[in-house]
C-alpha cells in the first residue's frame, strides 16, 4: 500500500489559524486544479500532471500529457484527456498512464465488470475501432488493441452500439458489433474474429458454453462459439420478434413469440420441444432464486419445466394478463390497465381483477392498505388500495422528473417539479390547507430530527411539519439580487435554530418561524472560472485507482480506523467502498458546508477576493484577497481548507 493512500487529514499543527497558508507550491499561473475524493489535489499544466498530497503539499507522482485542454472526469474512474489530436487515460492516484494516442479518439462507451475487476472502454480512434482494458488490480494486465474499422453509412459514421461485451470463464472479451464478432484474450490478443454481410444483434451470451447468440438480419438465429470463432449451429427463425431466454443454468435456450415456445440444446441447436399455446404469449419471468421459468398468456400463467417445455402447473384468471415484472422485490401482473400484485408460490393475484391498476414502479404499505405508484410521462398516478382490492383514493401529479414520495406520521408527501402536496394517506385529502407551487428555484432540505421540511419557493421560506401538517411561511420575501430564478438554484443549509440561504451574492438567515434575521447582499463580481461552485468542493475525479483499491489495508481519520481490508477483499467490495467513500465525503460536505460560507466579491480594499461568513449571525469572519481576474480555488468544506493559485503558487490555506 502506498503511503499516499490515506484519505484524511490528521489535523493541522496547532499554530495554523484563520486563514494561515499550509503550505505552498509553485504552479503556472494558469493551471487547472481539482481535488479527488480521497482530498488529494490534481494539478495540471501545460506540459505536465501531477498529484499533490493535501495536508502536507508533497507531490505523489508526476507525469506529462501534453494538452491544451482541461481534463474531463468521469463517476468511480481514472482522469481522461481530450484534445484535438491528444487522448490519454490514467491512474488518478498513481499518475500510471493506462492508454494514450496521438489520434483524435473519441470514447464511445464505458463498461464496468466490478466483480471481474476489468473496465472496458469502447474507442473511435482514426475511424477504427479500439478496445481498452483496465484492469483495477495489476497494471500490466491493461492494454489496447484495434479491433476493426468503423463503418460509414449515408448518415455518417455509425458509432454505438447496443450490443454490450460479455466476459467468458477465462477472462476472453467478446464484442459484437454489427457486423462481426470478435473474442480478444484476456492479454488483449485477437483470438478470434467472424464477420457477416448482414447486420447482426447480440440476445445473449451463455456462460455456461461460452456461445454468443446473435440474430442474422432477424431472420436467423446464429450460436458462435467464442473459443473457436466458428458458427456452432444456425437455425432459421419462422417467427418474427422473438424473445429469448437461457435456461437450466445454461443447457437450454427457449425461443418464444406469438402463441410458440421453442426449447433448444443451447450447445448443439437441436430443437427439444415446440409447445403452441391457445393465446398469445405475452410476457415471461425466470426466478433468479431457483431458475423456475414462467410465462404469460392472455389469462394464464405457466409454469414451464426448463428441460422439455411441458407445463409443470397452470393458472387461469379472469383478467388478462400482460407482462410479468418485479418492482421493489415484489412480483406484479399487467393488462390492460389492471395490474395486479402476482405470488409466484401459488400462482395466485392479490387482488379480483376488478381493480383499476396501471403499471406499477414502486409502492408502501401503510397499515392494511398498499400505496401503489406509477409514473409515465403525463407525471405520477398515486393509488391507494384496501385488502380486497377496491380503491379508497386515487390522484394524478402532473410532472416530467420522477417526483419524490415519502410516507410519515402526519401524511404522504409528494414532491414533483410542479408541486409539494402532503396528503392523507387515508383519504388523499392535503393535510395543509393548499399546494406548494414549485418554481425552478425551489428547494428543500429535511431537518430530521424534528421531521421539518424545510422549503425555499416562490421567493418565501416554507416549513412544513411532517408530524402534524402544520405550514408556516415567511410574510416577506427573500430576494436574491443578480439572480436568475428561471435557471438558479440557491443554496440552503440548515443549522439547529436556523436556516441560511445563498443566492448568487445575497445571504439570508431565516429563524424556525420563517422571520428573517439577517440579510446582506455582496457586489456580485463575475468570473468565468470554472471552479466557482457554491461551497462545493470539486469531488469529481476518480475514486478508484489501479492496484490500489484492492490492497487498501487501513483507512483512518482523525487516528479512528474507518476500513480495513487487502487483496482477498474482492473487487466488488473495493469498489463498494470507493464509492461509500465518495458518498461519506459528499454527505460530510452537505453537513458541514454551513462551517465555511462565503462570497467571491469585491473587498473593502477594492480588490476581489473571498469573505466567508458566519452562518449564525451573517458577520464576516475573515477574507481572503485574489489578485487574479479569474481565479483558480476549490473549497474544501470537509477539511476546512482554501486551495487557491496566485502569483504562479498554489496554496492551502487553513479555515478553521
Known amino acids: 500500500?502506498?503511503?499516499?493512500?490515506?484519505?484524511?487529514?490528521?489535523?493541522?499543527?496547532?499554530?495554523?489559524?484563520?486563514?494561515?497558508?499550509?503550505?505552498?507550491?509553485?504552479?503556472?499561473?494558469?493551471?487547472?486544479?481539482?481535488?479527488?475524493?480521497?482530498?488529494?489535489?490534481?494539478?495540471?499544466?501545460?506540459?505536465?500532471?501531477?498529484?499533490?498530497?493535501?495536508?502536507?503539499?508533497?507531490?505523489?507522482?508526476?507525469?506529462?500529457?501534453?494538452?491544451?485542454?482541461?481534463?474531463?472526469?468521469?463517476?468511480?474512474?481514472?482522469?481522461?484527456?481530450?484534445?484535438?489530436?491528444?487522448?490519454?487515460?490514467?491512474?488518478?492516484?498513481?499518475?500510471h498512464i493506462l492508454d494514450k494516442s496521438a489520434e483524435k479518439t473519441q470514447v464511445l462507451d464505458i463498461h464496468y465488470f466490478w466483480n471481474e475487476g476489468r473496465v472496458i472502454m469502447e474507442l473511435s480512434r482514426n475511424k477504427n475501432l479500439f478496445i481498452t482494458n483496465i484492469d483495477l488490480q495489476d497494471e500490466k494486465k491493461c492494454w489496447n488493441v484495434k479491433v476493426g474499422e468503423i463503418k460509414t453509412s449515408m448518415f455518417g459514421n455509425v458509432l454505438g452500439t447496443s450490443n454490450k461485451p460479455s466476459l467468458t470463464n477465462d477472462g476472453s472479451l467478446i464484442l459484437v458489433d454489427k457486423k462481426f464478432v470478435v473474442t480478444l484474450s484476456d492479454k488483449g490478443e485477437i483470438k478470434n474474429r467472424i464477420d457477416f454481410e448482414d447486420k447482426i444483434e447480440k440476445k445473449s451470451f451463455n456462460a455456461f458454453n461460452d456461445y454468443v447468440y446473435i440474430v442474422e438480419d432477424d431472420k436467423k438465429l446464429n450460436a458462435i462459439n467464442t473459443k473457436t470463432g466458428k458458427s456452432a449451429f444456425n437455425v432459421k427463425l419462422e417467427e418474427s420478434d422473438l424473445s429469448f431466454q437461457l435456461l437450466a443454468s445454461g443447457k437450454t435456450l427457449a425461443m418464444?413469440?406469438?402463441k410458440k415456445i421453442f426449447l433448444m440444446d443451447a450447445s448443439t441447436g437441436n430443437i427439444i420441444q415446440t409447445k403452441k399455446f391457445d393465446d398469445k404469449i405475452s410476457g415471461s419471468y425466470l426466478n433468479p432464486d431457483d431458475g423456475k421459468f414462467y410465462i404469460a398468456s392472455e389469462k394464464s400463467i405457466i409454469e414451464l419445466n426448463t428441460l422439455n417445455a411441458e407445463p409443470i402447473r397452470q393458472k387461469e384468471f379472469s383478467q388478462k394478463i400482460g407482462n410479468i415484472f418485479e418492482a421493489n422485490g415484489r412480483l406484479f401482473v399487467s393488462g390492460s390497465y389492471n395490474a395486479n400484485e402476482l405470488d409466484i408460490n401459488n400462482l395466485s393475484l392479490k387482488y379480483d381483477?376488478?381493480?383499476?391498476?396501471?403499471?406499477?414502479?414502486?409502492?408502501?404499505?401503510?397499515?392494511?392498505?398498499?400505496?401503489?405508484?406509477?409514473?409515465?410521462?403525463?407525471?405520477?398516478?398515486?393509488?391507494?388500495?384496501?385488502?380486497?382490492?377496491?380503491?379508497?383514493?386515487?390522484?394524478?401529479?402532473?410532472?416530467?422528473?420522477?417526483?419524490?414520495?415519502?410516507?410519515?406520521?402526519?401524511?404522504?408527501?409528494?414532491?414533483?417539479?410542479?408541486?409539494?402536496?402532503?396528503?392523507?394517506?387515508?383519504?388523499?385529502?392535503?393535510v395543509i390547507k393548499s399546494s406548494i407551487n414549485v418554481d425552478p428555484s425551489f428547494v428543500h432540505a429535511f431537518r430530521e430530527s424534528e421531521e421539518i421540511l424545510v422549503m425555499y419557493s416562490g421567493k418565501r421560506m416554507h416549513y412544513l411539519d411532517l408530524k402534524s401538517g402544520a405550514i408556516t411561511s415567511s410574510s416577506k420575501k427573500i430576494d436574491f439580487e443578480d439572480f436568475d430564478y428561471e435557471k438558479q438554484k440557491p443554496q440552503i443549509l440548515l443549522m439547529e435554530d436556523k436556516t441560511y440561504l445563498k443566492g448568487s451574492n445575497s445571504i439570508f438567515i431565516v429563524d424556525n418561524k420563517a422571520n428573517i434575521f439577517h440579510e446582506a447582499h455582496y457586489k456580485k463580481t463575475n468570473s468565468t472560472s470554472t471552479l466557482l461552485q457554491l461551497a462545493n468542493i470539486a469531488v469529481t475525479a476518480a475514486a478508484i485507482?489501479?492496484?490500489?483499491?484492492?490492497?487498501?489495508?487501513?483507512?483512518?481519520?482523525?487516528?479512528?480506523?474507518?476500513?480495513?481490508?487487502?487483496?482477498?477483499?474482492g473487487l466488488e467490495s473495493s469498489a463498494k467502498y470507493a464509492r461509500d467513500l465518495k458518498e461519506k465525503r459528499r454527505r460530510a460536505q452537505n453537513k458541514s458546508s454551513v462551517r465555511f460560507p462565503y462570497v467571491y466579491t469585491k473587498l473593502k480594499n477594492g480588490k476581489k477576493g473571498l469573505i466567508f461568513i458566519d452562518p449564525k449571525t451573517g458577520k464576516d469572519k475573515f477574507d481572503i484577497e485574489m489578485t487574479d481576474g479569474e481565479p483558480s480555488y476549490i473549497v474544501d468544506d470537509t477539511d476546512g481548507v482554501l486551495f487557491y493559485i496566485n502569483n504562479s503558487k498554489l496554496t492551502a490555506y487553513n479555515l478553521k
Do not use: C
Open 1 to 95: 500500500m502506498q503511503k499516499f493512500f490515506i484519505f484524511y487529514f490528521i489535523f493541522f499543527l496547532n499554530q495554523a489559524y484563520g486563514q494561515a497558508p499550509i503550505w505552498s507550491e509553485k504552479v503556472e499561473k494558469d493551471a487547472f486544479i481539482s481535488q479527488l475524493n480521497n482530498g488529494n489535489i490534481f494539478v495540471k499544466q501545460k506540459n505536465a500532471i501531477s498529484l499533490l498530497d493535501n495536508v502536507t503539499g508533497n507531490e505523489i507522482w508526476e507525469n506529462t500529457v501534453t494538452t491544451d485542454k482541461d481534463p474531463s472526469f468521469f463517476e468511480g474512474f481514472p482522469i481522461m484527456y481530450f484534445q484535438d489530436k491528444s487522448y490519454a487515460v490514467l491512474d488518478a492516484l498513481t499518475g
Open 353 to 430: 381483477g376488478k381493480q383499476k391498476l396501471p403499471e406499477i414502479q414502486d409502492y408502501i404499505d401503510f397499515e392494511k392498505s398498499t400505496i401503489y405508484m406509477s409514473h409515465n410521462a403525463a407525471g405520477l398516478a398515486i393509488n391507494v388500495l384496501d385488502p380486497s382490492g377496491k380503491t379508497i383514493w386515487n390522484e394524478n401529479y402532473s410532472g416530467v422528473n420522477r417526483p419524490i414520495v415519502e410516507l410519515f406520521k402526519g401524511g404522504l408527501l409528494v414532491i414533483t417539479d410542479t408541486e409539494v402536496n402532503f396528503v392523507s394517506p387515508k383519504t388523499g385529502k392535503s
Open 256 to 258: 418464444f413469440g406469438g
Open 545 to 569: 485507482g489501479t492496484g490500489n483499491v484492492g490492497s487498501v489495508l487501513t483507512v483512518s481519520q482523525n487516528g479512528q480506523q474507518i476500513h480495513k481490508g487487502s487483496l482477498v477483499d
